[in-house]
Antibody, heavy 120, light 111 residues
Framework: EVQLVQSGAEVKKPGESLKISCKGS????????IGWVRQMPGKGLEWMGI????????RYSPSFQGQVTISADKSISTAYLQWSSLKASDTAMYYC?????????????WGQGTLVTVSS | QSALTQPASVSGSPGQSITISCTGT?????????VSWYQQHPGKAPKLMIY???KRPSGVSNRFSGSKSGNTASLTISGLQAEDEADYYC???????????FGGGTKLTVL
């Protein structure tokens, strides 16, 4: 069974750094792209970026380029999303999701989400 | 990049059919038959319902169907059921640089 299990909720202060994780299981982690999707409170889905764990090839949405860093450790089947300096506007639910084999935009399996709250 | 345009809300009675539209441009929906649709219940992760415009993943009811005409994709749900009440998002492949773009979401209410 394909599963993506994300790390738990985080409460941080503005300016702090953060790295959240997404562990894949039940499939060949290195053979599928993993994406990150943001959902701000009461709002829609926004694509942030994708990574291919096999070779760490990474693509970012122009809206998030330079704002976050996506990485992966294929030895432990885990993808990461990190911030160096959080802002209040980063408060959101963050989902990781696996791209289908064709890598043409459909996210076929999703993690349960990680809620990030940034508040002073 | 601009989000795809969806109606904010649609509604229907049990047993009826509804259609949710998703309008993009010639750079995304119009150029590729690669629109996917997601269902999201409150407090839950999104679930893939349709991919590549009209294909259903294993386990998704055949009451859900997808289509496209020009720059507009559509999701049709027939035989509405109470459990269909959720938010629905469309998403289109938009080329190797933009990659994907999501719609703003549609809230479906089953009356």
């Amino acid at each position: 069974e394909v599963q993506l299990v994300q790390s738990g909720a985080e409460v941080k202060k503005p300016g702090e750094s953060l790295k959240i994780s997404c562990k894949g299981s039940g499939y060949s982690f290195t053979s599928y792209w993993i994406g990150w999707v943001r959902q701000m409170p009461g709002k829609g889905l926004e694509w942030m970026g994708i990574i291919y764990p096999g070779d760490s090839d990474t693509r970012y949405s122009p809206s998030f380029q330079g704002q976050v860093t996506i990485s992966a450790d294929k030895s432990i089947s885990t993808a990461y999303l990190q911030w160096s300096s959080l802002k209040a506007s980063d408060t959101a639910m963050y989902y990781c999701a696996r791209l289908g084999m064709g890598a043409t935009g459909e996210f076929d399996y999703w993690g349960q989400g990680t809620l990030v709250t940034v508040s002073s | 990049q601009s989000a795809l345009t969806q109606p904010a809300s649609v509604s229907g009675s049990p047993g009826q059919s509804i259609t949710i539209s998703c309008t993009g441009t010639s750079s995304d929906v119009g150029s590729y038959n690669l629109v996917s649709w997601y269902q999201q219940h409150p407090g839950k992760a999104p679930k893939l319902m349709i991919y590549e415009g009209s294909k259903r993943p294993s386990g998704v009811s055949n009451r859900f169907s997808g289509s496209k005409s020009g720059n507009t994709a559509s999701l049709t749900i027939s035989g509405l059921q109470a459990e269909d009440e959720a938010d629905y998002y469309c998403c289109s492949y938009a080329g190797s640089s933009t990659y994907v773009v999501f719609g703003g979401g549609t809230k479906l209410t089953v009356l």
